[in-house]
């Protein structure tokens, strides 16, 4: 069974190797392209887990989650290269 997979990533290379592994699992991926406004390519691609990061310019991780969370329940998990723990949430 294929899933709808988004992944919200401003590294390039990060992006490319999540892409990469994922789709060669069958599911469909969806980089998203404008990190200035995520929503237009969520609501066209209408993923089934968004794979978030959390530190993105313009809006963090934490301003997408809230938004899709306006809209969907779809899960969100989010991707970190942070260490610290400060930075766990639930949404």
Not at 53 to 68: K, R, T, V
Request: glycine letters at 4%.
């Amino acid at each position: 069974m294929s899933h709808r997979i988004m992944i919200v990533e401003d590294d390039p290379v990060i992006a490319g190797a999540m892409e990469q592994y994922i789709s060669g699992w069958g599911h469909q991926v969806h980089r998203t392209r404008n990190l200035q406004d995520v929503m237009p390519e969520f609501a066209e691609f209408q993923p089934q887990l968004v794979l978030l990061d959390i530190s993105l310019p313009f809006f963090d991780g934490y301003h997408w989650c809230q938004e899709i969370r306006k809209i969907s329940q779809v899960p969100v998990i989010f991707i970190s290269s942070a260490s610290e723990n400060l930075n766990i949430t639930w949404r």
